[in-house]
């Protein structure tokens, strides 16, 4: 039986490894498309979050919470530039959910994580956490304010997964991916439940941290930035599997990449036929 190439190991290097080397990793697709962080026209990725507990906060403390993360989301568009579709919009009928949109499917997870770290790091008790989930796939009416008011394939399966992981049973999830591709979903959903294990049991101080980690910023640069010896930024990114963690994060990356160039294919093999048929 010949192996899926969902799960083929390719020889290519990371630019987002800290230590600036090369190695062998899971190429989602086993496509070998190298990541070249460009946005594809009509294809996005829609992100759907819900605050967890959001109950458990007074009036005053929902209001910051609100200000909360509209201050980490616009530290989000400053640190991807360009990537950002349509920005967060909290939805009136229900004021613990948000949604946004990027152009850029390959920096969504990113996004995501970054921040989650910005928002962990609020003075708020207890400390804020959020669902999310990505659906990747067009947009068919688009340039508008709120994302609420935009649609697509990509929003279906947005709200789709958020569904799953505000109402599935099992291991409890934070974060849910759906492309449309079964194969690609069925392994991204494994490595988001591992990952979802590991974040929920970061402290504050690691998602500090992180917060810079997911940046690229090395260990000596982190420790200026929390006022802390290095050494301490090195235990705190232990502790939190950090490591272990970027694995995942580099294959969401590029199983979103590969998807947009895949989708993007095969949206364009489908113009070139209806032009041929006219």
Not at 229 to 251: C, E, I, P, S, Y
Request: aromatic content about 8%; glycine content about 8%; proline content about 4%.
């Amino acid at each position: 039986m010949r192996p899926s190439p969902l799960f083929r190991l390719t020889e290519r290097s990371n630019p987002r490894a800290s230590d600036g080397r090369g190695g062998c990793w899971l190429s989602p697709t086993g496509f070998g498309l190298d990541p070249v962080g460009l946005s594809h026209p009509g294809l996005v990725a829609v992100a759907t979050a819900d605050v967890i507990g959001s109950s458990r906060y007074g009036a005053r403390d929902r209001r910051q919470l609100d200000q909360v993360l509209r201050r980490a989301f616009r530290e989000v568009e400053h640190r991807y530039p360009k990537a950002v579709h349509t920005r967060m919009t909290f939805r009136i009928t229900a004021g613990d959910e948000f949604q946004w949109v990027m152009s850029d499917v390959s920096q969504t997870f990113d996004a995501l994580m970054y921040l989650r770290a910005v928002v962990a790091g609020a003075e708020l008790v207890p400390v804020p956490r959020f669902r999310a989930s990505i659906g990747v796939g067009d947009i068919v009416v688009s340039k508008r304010d709120s994302p609420y008011e935009e649609d697509g394939s990509a929003f279906a399966r947005s709200r789709l997964g958020l569904q799953a992981v505000t109402k599935g049973r099992g291991p409890l999830r934070w974060t849910k991916l759906i492309t449309g591709a079964s194969e690609s979903d069925a392994a991204a959903d494994a490595v988001l439940c591992l990952a979802d294990y590991m974040m929920q049991g970061w402290t504050t101080r690691q998602w500090e941290a992180i917060r810079w980690s997911l940046l690229d910023f090395k260990r000596e640069e982190i420790a200026r930035k929390l006022d802390v010896a290095h050494q301490n930024v090195t235990k705190r990114l232990h502790a939190a599997g950090w490591l272990h963690f970027q694995v995942a994060a580099d294959f969401l990356r590029q199983l979103l990449e590969d998807t947009a160039h895949l989708q993007t294919g095969a949206e364009l093999g489908r113009t070139r036929r209806r032009v041929q048929e006219r």
